[in-house]
């Protein structure tokens, strides 16, 4: 069973509330749930895909490994977001590695029901195709960040998107949000393609003008108007 903060986060994601009440009550009578600790691999690239999988609780860290065994991290899947989909509805491996960051909760549906949904729901072959051009508009703008913006604006929207995502107010000050999801430096630098050193000195430039404050626990969000402004700047700068 999931908890009320978990069914919480299915039922308010963006793609799953689009959905009409009798597909998503036939998605959620299909699934099963998985309770994963922090680093448990959910499935591997190459593998066969058995099941589709939304996010409830914690993160998903989608990374790829390179031939000497590197791993770089691509994204993290937030509560709510559904994935999976494609190698699920074309029967093709996977193409990346899947993570649980953090203790994490997942809804599972498994290949065939996953099927018997697309035959009962006409909609369903809409709204997949809906959540995978939402995908790729996202693959799009990341690269197009990466070669438009500076470093410091793509971190900055970067801190927008986790304080969305995972930020919850400060008690000390509510205008303040803490970023609950857990990333090192170089977890960090690898989302904007950077190294680790530069994404540091970022920070710290941010922490002096008040924008973050970085603490032992992560990261906290002081002005978000102030990171809002240096995307805006930056994105006007490069128009």
């Not at 409830?56 to 390179?66: D, E, F, P």
Request: proline share 3%; hydrophobic share 40%.
């Amino acid at each position: 069973m999931l908890t009320p903060a978990e069914r919480e986060a299915i039922n308010s994601g963006q793609w799953f509330c689009s959905l009409s009440p009798s597909l998503r009550h036939d998605i959620l009578r299909q699934t099963t749930v998985r309770r994963l600790k922090n680093g448990a691999l959910i499935y591997a690239r190459g593998d066969v895909p058995h099941r589709w999988y939304a996010c409830a609780q914690g993160a998903v860290r989608m990374s790829s490994t390179s031939l000497s065994g590197r791993q770089t991290t691509l994204a993290y899947v937030e509560p709510g977001a559904w994935f999976g989909a494609m190698s699920t509805f074309l029967d093709e491996p996977r193409t990346r590695d899947a993570y649980a960051h953090g203790d994490t909760t997942l809804l599972c549906v498994d290949k065939e029901s996953f099927h018997a949904i697309l035959a009962t729901h006409v909609e369903f072959y809409d709204a997949l195709l809906r959540l995978q051009a939402h995908r790729i508009r996202q693959t799009y703008g990341l690269v197009e960040d990466l070669n438009t913006l500076p470093l410091r604006a793509r971190l900055a929207k970067q801190l927008l998107h986790l304080s969305r995502s995972y930020g919850t107010q400060v008690l000390d000050d509510p205008r303040e949000l803490r970023i609950g999801l857990q990333l090192v430096q170089e977890e960090l630098a690898q989302l904007l393609g950077a190294s680790r050193q530069r994404v540091n000195q970022e920070l710290k430039r941010m922490e002096r003008d008040n924008c973050i404050r970085v603490e032992a626990q992560g990261l906290v969000v002081r002005d978000l108007v102030a990171l809002q402004t240096i995307v805006r700047e930056a994105s006007l700068a490069g128009a």
